[in-house]
């Protein structure tokens, strides 16, 4: 039997998806993308993307180091050089400046939508099946054969499952998770503040969730409303006057008086991890692996993370001429990677919880002023896990260019 056309094949191209797909292409991998929709174009022309992520120092390396990163700052992003963390007004604040780090920043804030156009206009050889959904899979003992809805097969050597929090590629491999839903939502908005954000990520921890205000380019500022899914319905029902009255009050007019916001949505929130992310010739990467609370802006950087760690393994595993869809290579993958994401699940979840609820000791705890200075600190902990992204020794894409 011949060769399988692909080395790799990527289901989903989301940004994990189409990022990793870029970086096994300029691996020297050949690589196919199977996508379920057309990605929308990001263009200056149009509103910012309601979807943003705070993109640390070292995912930005990794953008960097595949070429990326030049077309992200050409489209709008803004850097974010300090973070105030608060509960209560006049309450324990955390202050925290990039230069505690001795970096110019701590991170910048991006549209999802940038980072997806960038990545698929730097894809030169990946062959792309787009709109085609995975609908089946079988794994042979040199080959994986993915089916989709346009009826087309695709062969490889490893297919890596990118879908997102519900992975098609999981659930046909019978790859079990362990989670839970928080019973909250996010409501995400463009705002408009008063006040400059001053280059500032602003964070008020309320029992209901934490709301946030992440500065964007053009001055507004994108809104992260954490809120139990009962507040968050009533949000999506008020008028915009009566939220922007709302959301004032709820960040403690940090910002002054919230005078305007363009649309607006919300999205669950859950905690998801795989409890294994290879079996033989099949892999898992980003939220196909793992979801957590976004509080933290650690999603997107998470799954940036396991594609350097990936591609390092696979590169390593070819140049020795190691199958790379072998469950032992793939292990190189997991054994890191699932750790160092665990870590971080548990360290949101932790914060979450010990800052959810009006009622018991926690909130006693709070009343006295005592929780809130307790919980900055393994938040502060995370904002420089955050703004580092790696501990130990970085695999080559998590570099700083040329260095
Ligand atoms: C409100 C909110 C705020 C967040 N803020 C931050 C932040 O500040 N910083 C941060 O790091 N993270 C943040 N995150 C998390 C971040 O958005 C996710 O971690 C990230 O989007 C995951 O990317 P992904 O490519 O793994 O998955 P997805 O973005 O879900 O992409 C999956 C892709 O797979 C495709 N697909 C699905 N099924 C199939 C199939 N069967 N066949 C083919 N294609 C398929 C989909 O169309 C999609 O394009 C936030 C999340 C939320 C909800």
Redesign the pocket.
């Known amino acids: 039997m011949s060769a399988p056309r692909h080395d790799v094949a990527v289901?989903?191209?989301?940004?994990?998806?189409?990022?990793l797909s870029v970086a096994l292409e300029q691996a020297g991998f050949k690589v196919a993308l199977?996508?379920?929709?057309e990605?929308a174009p990001w263009s200056a022309n149009d509103d910012y993307d309601l979807?943003?992520?705070?993109?640390?120092p070292a995912?930005r390396n990794l953008l960097a180091n595949l070429g990326l990163w030049d077309a992200v700052a050409a489209g709008r992003i803004s850097p974010y050089r300090g973070m105030r963390v608060w509960e209560r007004p006049g309450g324990p604040r955390l202050d925290f400046e990039h230069s505690a780090l001795g970096l110019p920043e701590l991170g910048h804030?991006i549209e999802?939508n940038l980072i997806?156009t960038a990545a698929w206009n730097r894809m030169a050889a990946v062959r792309r099946?787009?709109?085609?959904?995975?609908?089946a899979l079988t794994v042979e003992s040199d080959r994986v054969q993915l089916f989709?809805?346009s009826g087309e097969t695709v062969e490889a050597r490893l297919a890596i499952g990118?879908?997102?929090?519900?992975?098609?590629?999981r659930d046909l491999a019978g790859m079990a998770t362990r989670g839970w839903a928080y019973g909250q939502r996010?409501t995400?908005g463009t705002v408009t503040t008063e006040r400059s954000h001053q280059a500032i990520a602003w964070q008020r921890f309320l029992p209901t969730g934490p709301v946030a205000f992440?500065p964007l380019a053009d001055g507004r500022c994108s809104l992260?409303w954490?809120a139990d899914d009962a507040l968050a319905h009533t949000l999506s029902a008020l008028d915009d006057s009566t939220f922007l009255d709302r959301l004032t009050e709820a960040s403690d007019a940090a910002l002054g008086q919230v005078t305007a916001v363009a649309a607006r949505a919300a999205?669950?929130?859950q905690l998801q991890h795989a409890q294994e992310y290879v079996r033989p010739r099949l892999a898992l990467?980003?939220?196909?692996?793992?979801?957590?609370h976004?509080m933290?802006?650690?999603?997107?950087?998470?799954?940036?993370m396991d594609i350097a760690t990936l591609v390092d393994v696979l590169t390593r595993a070819r140049d020795k001429s190691q199958d790379i869809g072998a469950l032992r290579v793939l292990k190189r993958y997991q054994r890191p990677r699932r750790a160092e994401n665990a870590l971080m699940l548990g360290a949101v979840d932790g914060i979450q919880k010990l800052f959810a609820g009006s009622t018991g000791l926690l909130a006693e705890l709070r009343n006295q002023g005592m929780a809130s200075l307790n919980a900055l600190s393994p938040l502060k902990q995370l904002m420089i896990q955050?703004a580092t992204g790696f501990s130990g020794s970085p695999p080559p894409l998590l570099r700083p260019p040329g260095g």
């Open positions: 289901v989903g191209g989301g940004m994990v998806g189409a990022v199977i996508e379920a929709r990605p979807r943003v992520s705070a993109v640390s995912s804030i999802n997806v099946y787009c709109p085609a959904l995975l609908e989709l809805d990118a879908e997102g929090a519900r992975s098609k590629v996010c995400v992440l992260a954490h999205f669950p929130l990467i980003g939220d196909a692996a793992h979801v957590l976004p933290a802006g650690q999603g997107v950087n998470l799954g940036l955050q």
